[in-house]
């Protein structure tokens, strides 16, 4: 009998098709990764996603059963779900603009556009490990904080306490 090896870099992947979550998971093996599983539909993914943690989520936009964007903000929601605060990076093969919007506001991290190299996907997972953002639990929004950068403002742009009461 097989036994489960579980490491400390595990990935699901997400997809409705399971010859593109097998390509996915070939690039990240490429890529050192080792402990990946595969769901095709978002019934699985969830059952997966509450079997045990994971350190990352690829899923796709047009997951079976659910879209990528409402599974998100599904999990995201999910306060009983220990997968719930998991980086998403989301795929799509044809994503406009909104689209992609709403990925971000549904709590996505990472987004990539279908065909992607193996590159691409390293670029991503790299961008989760070295530059984690944290979690924002708002009545409107729930996820990795949407800011990619901070700004520093300086001494000289704050405002005095006086400023401040006067402004308000």
């Known amino acids: 009998m097989a036994t489960e090896e579980i ?16 390509l996915i998971a070939v690039m990240l093996r490429s890529l050192g990764r080792r402990d990946i599983r595969e769901s095709y539909d978002a019934n699985r993914a969830m059952i997966e996603l509450r079997r045990r943690a994971f350190d990352v989520l690829i899923i796709d936009d047009d997951l079976n059963g659910m879209d990528g964007v409402a599974f998100t903000k599904k999990l995201r929601a999910c306060s009983d779900c220990q997968n719930r605060l998991v980086p998403i990076i989301m795929m799509s093969a044809a994503p406009d603009a909104k689209r992609i919007a ?17 590159n691409h996907l390293q670029t991503r997972l790299t961008s989760i490990e070295t530059n984690p953002r944290g979690f924002i639990e708002a009545e409107a929004y729930t996820g ?19 400023q401040k009461r006067e402004a308000s």
Request: charged share 35%.
């Open 7 to 22: 490491t400390k870099h595990g990935v699901l992947i997400a997809d409705h098709s399971p010859h593109m979550a097998s």
């Open 102 to 118: 709403d990925a971000r506001d549904a709590g996505v991290t990472e987004f990539l556009r279908k065909p992607f190299a193996a």
């Open 144 to 162: 990795p904080d949407r800011r990619r950068k901070t700004v520093d403002i300086g001494e000289n742009e704050r405002r005095t306490e006086a």
